[in-house]
Nanobody, 117 residues
């Protein structure tokens, strides 16, 4: 069984920074693709960034150069460093684990990020 718990959300002014973390239980973290998604009010959930087991990363165009995803496979931790935050980054951010061998998906409960102008 996999559980994902996000932390680090909060209120920040435009131009500021936040670091989100996701702690994962279970044994498949290190061999799974991990990702951060976000959902703003009235909008669909969208991929923000993902990272493979080997460390290859992918970012949404809207966050390239501002956000950095990283993982610590020894501690089952996923991070998202968010710099130069904009009001349009306001959303609930979700941690996702995808295990490709059986298409298993797990989600965290989400953490709210609010960026004031």
């Amino acid at each position: 069984q996999v559980q994902l718990v996000e932390s680090g959300g909060g209120l920040v002014q435009a131009g500021g920074s936040l670091r989100l973390s996701c702690a994962a239980s279970g044994r498949i973290f290190s061999i799974s693709v991990m990702g951060w998604y976000r959902q703003a009010p009235g909008k669909q959930r969208e991929l923000v960034a993902s990272i493979t087991r080997g460390g290859s990363t992918n970012y949404a165009d809207s966050v390239k150069g501002r956000f950095t995803i990283s993982r610590d496979n020894t501690r089952n931790l996923l991070h998202l460093q968010m710099n130069s935050l904009k009001p349009e980054d306001t959303a609930v951010y979700y941690c996702n684990l995808y295990y490709p061998l059986n298409a298993f998906n797990a989600w965290g409960q989400g953490t709210l990020v609010t960026v004031s102008s």
